[in-house]
């Protein structure tokens, strides 16, 4: 196989949009798996996002272009901020319309931009334990995307699973050594198969001619532009509209709503990949294969196996006690949790819900995330902390008529400016400073002092120092919602 030598640089395009229903009640609809650090003190998007950034490769990398939900843009924002990374693009999904669009969207972006780079495209909620063989792997799909192959990437499969979808390898593609001393290799892609039965993956497993789909893929942006105009012409004008009637807006890039609404839903592999297979007798996609310590962590049980254990296999996180237990996870974020004679369990303890679920039973979480929806209840949307531009706010106490927050304002941040028409609001600094703007009159409040804001009077409230400032609020009136703010001037871009 001859390979083009002008170099091209690689786009890495970071898909966050996912919601993570099956991690419930840690991933939640506003906070999903990607944003929190499920292994490590880093969390899964800013992991996605590092595993590039050592100096490894010999061709030009490019910042991280990232699609993700427009609810989550401040916290994708910041997360990015605590790594140093500036990313290319933030392009914000109004809402999801699954990878086929996010990617498509990521390639009329670079093009665009004015370059046909190739694109590496990673969802953000991955675990990849082996950095070096990634690497290597992204390495040779970037020679093979060069020569204007479809890469996507096929994990080596350590047992006999039925939840994941499959690839079954054809012929082996030679590839051109690099540094590497392990080149990982590639094949033609013979079909995609779907999730089997328990005996079908055993087959699999044991033939050693199927590798695991990671969802994982590598290509020119052009390439995918043609392909998916051919196979979901749909997906591809509502894109293209969406991209080229947005707007830039600070560091964010708003898409068109409107042309987006129209988009149908549907994967990458479902609108193109397979399609390739099927209806092309020389088709270009190819798979490389990848043994790296992957996990899609699409349940608690994938997180337990991601995870250091001790020598009954048990993954304990927080204030816990665990005693006569095996293969058991447990993690504790508010208060202690003691576990006693438990096997094959998983224990997740937030501060208003608490799942136990055994691990054959694991996938069947997002039944509670259904029924939390249908019930009209909140716990499958946010925390009880729930995270601002300008800080946080954790619900402390409620009843009727009343609820008490612990607000905590970056330092030089500050919230809108509002007002309420069905609740008055006392606030009191117990740490820093607090700035106060009450209709036309400024005042400084320092620790141990309070304020009062009555109903229908314009306020703000703001960090003047450079400490964070933490304040009680006690909320009283008919209606405490959050929908009962009229912004009139908000730093971030929030009004209207």
Same mark, same amino acid.
């Given at each position: 196989?001859?390979?083009?030598?002008?170099?091209?640089?690689?786009?890495? +395009? %970071?898909?966050? @949009?996912?919601?993570? !229903? /099956?991690?419930?009640?840690?991933?939640?609809?506003?906070?999903?798996? *990607?944003? #929190?650090?499920?292994?490590?003190?880093?969390?899964?998007?800013?992991?996605?996002?590092?595993?590039?950034?050592?100096?490894?490769?010999?061709?030009?990398?490019?910042?991280?272009?990232?699609?993700?939900?427009?609810?989550?843009?401040?916290?994708?924002?910041?997360?990015?901020?605590?790594?140093?990374?500036?990313?290319?693009?933030?392009?914000?999904?109004?809402?999801?319309?699954?990878?086929?669009?996010?990617?498509?969207?990521?390639?009329?972006?670079?093009?665009?931009?004015?370059?046909?780079?190739?694109?590496?495209?990673?969802?953000?909620?991955?675990?990849?334990?082996?950095?070096?063989?990634?690497?290597?792997?992204?390495?040779?799909?970037?020679?093979?995307?060069?020569?204007?192959? +479809? %890469?996507?990437? @096929?994990?080596?499969? !350590? /047992?006999?699973?039925?939840?994941?979808?499959?690839?079954?390898?054809? *012929?082996? #593609?030679?590839?051109?050594?690099?540094?590497?001393?392990?080149?990982?290799?590639?094949?033609?892609?013979?079909?995609?198969?779907?999730?089997?039965?328990?005996?079908?993956?055993?087959?699999?497993?044991?033939?050693?001619?199927?590798?695991?789909?990671?969802?994982?893929?590598?290509?020119?942006?052009?390439?995918?532009?043609?392909?998916?105009?051919?196979?979901?012409?749909?997906?591809?004008?509502?894109?293209?509209?969406?991209?080229?009637?947005?707007?830039?807006?600070?560091?964010?890039?708003?898409?068109?709503?409107?042309?987006?609404?129209?988009?149908?839903?549907?994967?990458?592999?479902?609108?193109?990949?397979?399609?390739?297979?099927?209806?092309?007798?020389?088709?270009?996609?190819? +798979? %490389?294969?990848?043994?790296?310590?992957?996990?899609?962590?699409?349940?608690?049980?994938?997180?337990?196996?991601?995870?250091?254990?001790?020598?009954?296999?048990?993954?304990?996180?927080?204030?816990?006690?665990?005693?006569?237990?095996?293969?058991?996870?447990?993690?504790?974020?508010?208060?202690?949790?003691?576990?006693?004679?438990?096997?094959?369990?998983?224990?997740?303890?937030?501060?208003?819900?608490?799942?136990?679920?055994?691990?054959?039973?694991?996938?069947?979480?997002?039944?509670?995330?259904?029924?939390?929806?249908?019930?009209?209840?909140?716990?499958?949307?946010?925390?009880?902390?729930?995270?601002?531009?300008?800080?946080?706010?954790?619900?402390?106490?409620?009843?009727?008529?009343?609820?008490?927050?612990?607000?905590?304002?970056?330092?030089?941040?500050?919230?809108?400016?509002?007002?309420?028409?069905?609740?008055?609001?006392?606030?009191?600094?117990?740490?820093?400073?607090?700035?106060?703007?009450?209709?036309?009159?400024?005042?400084?409040?320092?620790?141990?002092?309070?304020?009062?804001?009555?109903?229908?009077?314009?306020?703000?409230?703001?960090?003047?120092?450079?400490?964070?400032?933490?304040?009680?609020?006690?909320?009283?009136?008919?209606?405490?919602?959050?929908?009962?703010?009229?912004?009139?001037?908000?730093?971030?871009?929030?009004?209207?």
């Amino acid at each position: 196989m001859q390979f083009k030598d002008n170099t091209m640089r690689l786009q890495p +395009v %970071v898909l966050s @949009g996912g919601s993570g !229903t /099956r991690l419930w009640p840690l991933s939640r609809e506003h906070f999903p798996k *990607q944003l #929190l650090p499920l292994v490590g003190s880093r969390t899964m998007l800013q992991n996605t996002v590092t595993r590039l950034n050592d100096g490894f490769f010999k061709f030009p990398l490019l910042s991280p272009l990232v699609v993700c939900n427009e609810e989550h843009r401040f916290l994708v924002a910041e997360q990015m901020r605590q790594i140093e990374v500036i990313p290319r693009q933030l392009i914000l999904e109004p809402f999801g319309r699954n990878t086929a669009p996010a990617l498509t969207l990521a390639a009329f972006s670079a093009l665009e931009a004015g370059e046909d780079c190739i694109l590496l495209v990673m969802p953000a909620d991955h675990i990849i334990a082996d950095i070096p063989a990634f690497q290597a792997a992204v390495q040779t799909g970037y020679q093979l995307a060069q020569n204007n192959h +479809v %890469v996507t990437f @096929g994990i080596v499969p !350590t /047992r006999a699973e039925t939840g994941y979808g499959y690839i079954e390898m054809g *012929q082996p #593609l030679p590839i051109m050594a690099m540094d590497s001393a392990s080149i990982p290799k590639a094949f033609r892609i013979k079909a995609f198969v779907e999730k089997p039965d328990q005996e079908t993956a055993q087959n699999y497993l044991q033939s050693a001619n199927h590798l695991w789909n990671s969802g994982m893929f590598m290509l020119r942006a052009s390439i995918w532009i043609k392909e998916i105009a051919a196979h979901a012409s749909e997906i591809e004008r509502a894109c293209h509209q969406a991209i080229t009637e947005g707007s830039q807006d600070g560091d964010f890039f708003r898409i068109k709503h409107a042309a987006f609404e129209t988009c149908p839903s549907n994967s990458i592999d479902y609108a193109v990949m397979e399609k390739l297979t099927t209806e092309k007798e020389n088709h270009p996609s190819v +798979v %490389v294969s990848l043994d790296a310590g992957w996990s899609d962590v699409g349940a608690w049980p994938s997180l337990l196996e991601a995870s250091p254990r001790d020598q009954d296999g048990n993954m304990a996180r927080g204030d816990v006690y665990l005693e006569n237990s095996r293969n058991t996870l447990l993690l504790a974020e508010h208060r202690m949790v003691a576990g006693i004679g438990l096997k094959d369990l998983m224990v997740i303890e937030t501060s208003d819900a608490v799942l136990v679920v055994h691990k054959e039973h694991a996938q069947h979480v997002k039944n509670v995330v259904s029924q939390l929806k249908e019930a009209g209840r909140e716990e499958h949307i946010k925390h009880r902390k729930v995270y601002r531009p300008w800080g946080c706010y954790e619900s402390i106490d409620y009843g009727t008529r009343f609820q008490v927050k612990r607000i905590t304002v970056n330092p030089g941040a500050s919230l809108s400016l509002q007002m309420h028409h069905h609740r008055a609001e006392h606030w009191i600094v117990v740490k820093g400073t607090a700035r106060i703007i009450r209709d036309n009159e400024t005042t400084l409040l320092s620790e141990n002092q309070s304020t009062y804001i009555p109903l229908g009077v314009k306020h703000r409230l703001e960090n003047p120092g450079k400490l964070p400032l933490e304040i009680i609020e006690v909320q009283s009136g008919s209606y405490l919602g959050e929908d009962d703010i009229v912004c009139f001037e908000d730093h971030y871009g929030r009004v209207g």
